[in-house]
């Protein structure tokens, strides 16, 4: 019987600085995983910090990390052909079915676009599979923005719209909260578009709001609650809300029942 508890080692093949604080890791990995879903991150003495899947390779996954404490720090340290600590997948993930023959649009701030990175992945290289697909990509300034090469990859799939909080003199992209966008949204059919929606907290319930102001129902909105999580196995009860375990029952919810999981 497998013990949930025992990582395994997984060869770093390599490592991708995207900002200062932000480096994605490409991890060693054979076995099924889905965007959305996370593992469990570790080196001995630091401790573990749960980290979201950002993309599936084959033989690989990879973790973008944010360098914001002890254990991430640490991971910070090492390099390819260093040897790190992980267990998992677990949570649900974004369950492509869900997506399938649908209009998609994905609206994500800042490092959450890393969680539904995998989707776009995915429908960008089979475009065949969906209606279309949408990119609305919020970051607080030109310098924090994650994934560039992608950005380049799948501005010549579908509809991209990157925009940033604030930027300096000259800089001539989209300037501007997400909700700013979500408005100028056009369906082919409103009833067959589906939502994606995942960063912060504030910025998720924002979004929901203008979503629906565009007459989508709430079932064809997802979610993702991820601050909470802890040690991926509904024991700890750190990511507990109510009777729901974020870390067992999520992080991906339908919007119906992620509404009222009140962070």
Not at 52 to 72: A, L, M, N, Q, W
Not at 204 to 232: A, P, T, V
């Amino acid at each position: 019987m497998k013990n949930e508890y025992v990582p395994q080692l997984s060869e770093i093949k390599e490592v991708i600085k995207h900002t200062d604080l932000e480096y994605t890791f490409r991890m060693e990995y054979t076995g099924e995983t889905k965007p959305g879903q996370f593992f469990e991150v570790s080196l001995p003495k630091y401790g573990e910090a749960p980290i979201s899947v950002s993309g599936i390779g084959e033989d690989t996954i990879d973790f973008t990390i944010r360098r914001v404490g002890k254990v991430t720090n640490e991971i910070f340290e090492n390099y390819a052909g260093d040897r790190l600590f992980i267990r998992g997948p677990y949570g649900n993930g974004f369950d492509l079915e869900h997506y399938r023959g649908k209009e998609i649009v994905v609206i994500a701030g800042g490092t959450g676009l890393s969680p539904v990175k995998g989707i776009l992945d995915y429908f960008a290289a089979h475009m065949d599979q969906c209606v279309s697909c949408t990119l609305i990509a919020g970051f607080k300034s030109p310098k924090d923005v994650l994934f560039k090469e992608d950005f380049a990859l799948w501005k010549k799939q579908f509809p991209v719209t990157l925009t940033v909080d604030s930027a300096p003199a000259g800089y001539e992209g989209p300037v501007g909260m997400v909700t700013k966008y979500i408005p100028e949204l056009k369906f082919q059919n409103p009833e067959n578009a589906v939502f994606i929606c995942v960063g912060p907290p504030v910025m998720i319930k924002f979004s929901s709001l203008e979503i629906l102001k565009l007459g989508i129902k709430e079932e064809q909105i997802w979610i993702s609650h991820e601050r909470k999580m802890c040690c991926g196995l509904g024991k700890c009860g750190h990511c507990k809300i109510g009777s729901t375990y974020v870390c067992l029952d999520g992080p991906v919810f339908n919007y119906t029942e992620g509404k009222n999981l009140i962070d």
